[in-house]
Structure formats: structure tokens, C-alpha cells
């Protein structure tokens, strides 16, 4: 396990115990297992899925967990919209064991591989869907994250469609994040959350949007 990881769980307020740090390699391991038969990771090695990858599902999760404590949740619900390969639903799942985790996602063999990969860890507290979001109107959470679905203006409305009343939407963005004259009736912009991974040294973003 890369002692950046670790340092960089710790620096964003979600320090990892030696059994949730395990997990993480392990399902490291699994990805780079399945990368080339899959096409799940352009990744020169498992230390790049740790660093890259998986620090961002930790920093969605630092997030979920900040929230979460805000609301006064002890427990809650999440939907990783447009999984893949669960880099940011499975990750966030190890690491609050408190969060009931589903993994939506189209496309059958990451499903599949995301279903062994989950059965290979023993997570409890995961579950995978294999639809496209909405397609399923009473698929709701408290809160929804979304990494790779789509371009923010054409997939918000889908994405919020999922989340319950008084949840939050937690977009990754990149650099220039497209928020402009983004918040349809009835759903607040409540702030841009900047980040650096320890793999390098880019402007990233978790764009947030609550719904009222």
C-alpha cells in the first residue's frame, strides 16, 4: 500500500484503518487483474490506480462523510452514477462502512467484473445495478456522485433525478468546471470543492448541487 495514499486519506480527514487500506490494494489488484481483457484502466500500474483512481473515490468520500455528519446521518445512501469499473462507488463503499452504496451502470462486463469484484472483497455493503440512471424511477439516495457519465449540462438532470429530497449531487469536474447558469428550479448550487490528487498537481473539483 503506497504511503502517499495513505497520507492523502489522512490529509482530506478520512484516515484508513489497516483492514479498509488492505480492501483498497486488493481491489487495486482486481482492476489491474482485468485490465486489458476489460479495457478498464489505462493505468501504467497499480500504484497509478491507488494514486489516481482510488484517492479520487477517497476524496468523494471525505466529502459524502462531511455531509453526512452536517445532516446529522449516522447512516445513508449513495449511487455512483455511471460506475465503470466502481473506482468511486466500491472505494467509497470501503471506506464508510456506514454508506449503503449502489453502482449504476450500462454497460454488462464492467457490471460483471464490479458484481466479482465486490463477492472477491466480501462488501456487505454494495450492490450493483445494470441499467441506465432513470430508467428505474424509484432508484433514489441521499446522495449521488457521478465521475465519468457524461458532460455536466447534458447529464444533470438525470443525476438529480435520483437524489432524495434534501440529498446532494457530487459532480467531479476538471479544471474549468462547467457550472455555468447550472441550477434548475428547486435545486441550489451549495459550492465547488477544489482537490489535488498526489499524483499530480492539476486543479480538480467536486461540484455540489442540493436539492431543496
Given at each position: 500500500?503506497?504511503?502517499?495514499?495513505?497520507?492523502?486519506?489522512?490529509?482530506?480527514g478520512?484516515p484508513l484503518?489497516?483492514?479498509q487500506?488492505?480492501?483498497?490494494a486488493?481491489?487495486?489488484?482486481l482492476?489491474?487483474q482485468?485490465?486489458?481483457?476489460l479495457?478498464?484502466t489505462?493505468a501504467?500500474g497499480i500504484?497509478?490506480?491507488?494514486l489516481r483512481?482510488i484517492?479520487?473515490?477517497l476524496?468523494?468520500?471525505?466529502?459524502v462523510?462531511q455531509?453526512?455528519?452536517?445532516k446529522?446521518l449516522?447512516t445513508?445512501?449513495?449511487i455512483d452514477?455511471?460506475?465503470g469499473?466502481?473506482?468511486?462507488g466500491?472505494?467509497l463503499a470501503?471506506?464508510l462502512?456506514?454508506?449503503?452504496?449502489?453502482?449504476v451502470?450500462?454497460i454488462?462486463?464492467?457490471c460483471?467484473?464490479?458484481?466479482?469484484a465486490i463477492l472477491?472483497?466480501g462488501l456487505k455493503?454494495?450492490?450493483v445495478?445494470?441499467?441506465?440512471?432513470?430508467?428505474?424511477?424509484?432508484i433514489q439516495a441521499d446522495?449521488?456522485?457521478?465521475?465519468?457519465?457524461?458532460?455536466?449540462?447534458?447529464?444533470?438532470?438525470?443525476?438529480?433525478s435520483?437524489?432524495k429530497?434534501?440529498g446532494?449531487?457530487l459532480?467531479?469536474?476538471?479544471?474549468q468546471p462547467?457550472?455555468?447558469?447550472?441550477?434548475?428550479p428547486?435545486?441550489r448550487?451549495s459550492g465547488?470543492?477544489?482537490?489535488?490528487?498526489?499524483?499530480?498537481?492539476?486543479?480538480?473539483?467536486?461540484v455540489?448541487?442540493?436539492?431543496?
Open positions: 500500500m503506497p504511503k502517499k495514499l495513505l497520507n492523502f486519506a489522512v490529509s482530506i478520512l484503518c489497516e483492514s487500506a488492505q480492501l483498497l486488493d481491489y487495486a489488484a482492476v489491474w482485468k485490465r486489458e481483457r479495457n478498464l489505462s501504467a500504484d497509478e490506480i491507488l483512481h484517492c479520487d473515490g476524496q468523494g468520500a471525505a466529502l462523510k455531509l453526512s455528519q452536517n446529522g449516522t445513508f445512501s449513495v452514477a455511471g460506475a469499473a466502481g473506482y468511486i466500491i472505494t470501503i471506506a462502512p456506514q454508506a449503503q452504496v449502489t453502482l451502470e450500462s454488462e462486463k464492467r460483471a467484473f464490479m458484481n466479482w472477491s472483497l455493503n454494495v450492490q445495478k445494470n441499467i441506465r440512471l432513470g430508467e428505474q424511477k424509484d446522495f449521488v456522485t457521478e465521475r465519468a457519465m457524461g458532460q455536466l449540462p447534458d447529464i444533470l438532470n438525470i443525476c438529480l435520483a437524489v429530497p434534501g446532494v449531487f459532480a467531479y469536474q476538471g479544471e462547467q457550472t455555468q447558469s447550472l441550477q434548475p428547486g435545486i448550487l465547488e470543492t477544489l482537490y489535488h490528487l498526489p499524483a499530480d498537481s492539476k486543479n480538480r473539483y467536486l455540489l448541487f442540493e436539492k431543496e
